[in-house]
């Protein structure tokens, strides 16, 4: 199966008082990327998040949101902290011996100085958090990767269209390329003849003319490396059974059936040819393009 590198996926996992939210997006890139954002609860986990999240990606660039919602009002404490507490009173007492004050403060004004009643966020066990959060990047993994999958089947088929285009181009530029030769070899010796009026030709000399021609133009084994080119993106497409993804086994073809498309059209001063050869070049880049899409 042929993977896009773009998707989405989304889940909502609700266990007791406890929600867990997951949510997948993801653009072209060369490698895996991943960007996580989730709730300091879950840091402690984020190599069983990023590890279960592999498995339903190989490349692109993909944005995690983590949300998660504790309804149970128990997920935090107030702490009472006796020996701040006292030296805050020591430091009052000297200050009220030193200036000779009163002094007044109160338990209201107390409570209120730093660090002496705090907020503190009960301990979570990591197990309890791990089953419901991998359920749900489960959930939303699998909707990812069947979006995925499903816009696969869309760029697979639009290349396919593709590669069956420059096939054609090739087929008319190899049923072409003997006749430009054949032509070249009548218009010299219409040429030599108008020079040499009713000398004898020179027909050795003329053969050379022609084969060094035809050597010049002779794009054979360019067509050949195209069309292997062209047979291996097909095949990868129709089996698109590589462990590690097609995407960049694609790239690599691409950028080869590009050289050869060049090296074609650089070598031909046949007009039919060249428009033939432009199309094929412009077939070649639409190709690149959607292939940059695939996992």
């Known amino acids: 199966m042929v993977s896009s590198m773009t998707g989405f996926g989304r889940s909502e996992v609700t266990e007791g008082q406890r929600r867990y939210t997951v949510e997948l997006k993801s653009v072209n890139n060369r490698y895996l990327d991943l960007n996580i954002k989730m709730p300091k609860v879950f840091n402690a986990l984020e ?18 949101y983590i949300t998660y ?18 030296e805050y009173m020591e430091c009052l007492k000297q200050m009220s011996d030193d200036f000779h004050l009163e002094n007044d403060i109160r338990l209201s004004a107390l409570s209120r ?62 049923e072409r390329s003997p006749v430009i030769v054949e032509e070249y070899r009548q218009n010299l010796r219409n040429k030599v003849k108008e020079l040499l009026e009713d000398t004898q030709i020179d027909e050795g000399r003329l053969l050379m003319e022609v084969t060094i021609y035809a050597d010049k133009v002779c794009v054979d084994e360019e067509l050949v490396r195209l069309r292997s080119h062209i047979s291996a993106v097909r095949q990868a497409l129709e089996t698109g059974d590589d462990q590690n993804g097609i995407g960049r086994k694609l790239d690599f073809l691409a950028q080869e059936m590009n050289r050869e498309a060049n090296t074609t059209l ?30």
Request: charge should be negative; aromatic fraction near 6%; glycine fraction near 4%.
């Open 47 to 64: 190599a069983n998040i990023r590890s279960e999240l592999k498995q339903y990606m190989k490349r692109g660039k993909v944005d995690v």
């Open 69 to 86: 919602e504790d309804l149970t009002e128990s997920g935090s404490r107030v702490q009472y902290n006796k020996g701040i507490a006292e």
């Open 113 to 174: 100085f730093p660090e002496v009643l705090t907020t503190e966020d009960e301990e979570i066990d990591e197990a309890s958090l791990w089953e419901p959060l991998q359920k749900a990047i489960r959930m939303a993994g699998e909707q990812f990767a069947k979006a995925r999958l499903r816009e696969g089947e869309f760029l697979k088929t639009d290349l396919i269209q593709k590669l069956d285009g420059m096939l054609a181009n090739v087929d008319f530029i190899t």
């Open 266 to 295: 650089s070598k031909t001063s046949d007009l039919e040819i060249s428009n033939r050869a432009i199309d094929l070049k412009t077939d070649v880049e639409k190709v690149r393009e959607q292939i940059q899409n695939i996992e």
